[in-house]
């Protein structure tokens, strides 16, 4: 049984940072393309940022240059390194596993 569950999530003042973490469990994560989804209220589900086993990364043109997904096969881990946060980068983010593996997903909420 596959497992994803995200922490870091929070409370974060425009400008700030948040790294995201994603601990899967049930199966090796080497072999599998692994992304990052975001869902705001009321939006789309929306890809963030995807990594492939050879640590081949895109972004959506709203992260470039802000976040950096990054993967540590040993520990069976993802993470998203959020720079340079917004308000619009507000939502619950879900960890993802191909073919079709979720997270519950962590909110982040970018405010002052």
């Known amino acids: 049984q596959v497992q994803l569950v995200e922490s870091g999530g929070g409370l974060v003042q425009p400008g700030g940072s948040l790294r995201l973490s994603c601990a899967a469990s049930?199966?090796?994560?080497?072999?599998?393309?692994m992304a990052w989804y975001r869902q705001a209220p009321g939006k789309q589900r929306e890809l963030v940022a995807s990594?492939?086993?050879?640590?081949?990364?895109q972004y959506s043109d709203s992260v470039k240059g802000r976040f950096t997904i990054s993967r540590d096969n040993a520990k069976n881990m993802v993470y998203l390194q959020m720079n340079s946060l917004k308000p619009e980068d507000t939502a619950v983010y879900y960890c993802q596993r191909d073919p079709m593996y979720w997270g519950q997903g962590t909110q982040v909420t970018v405010s002052s």
């Open positions: 990594i492939t086993p050879y640590s081949n990364t």
């Open positions: 049930g199966s090796s994560i080497s072999f599998y393309r």
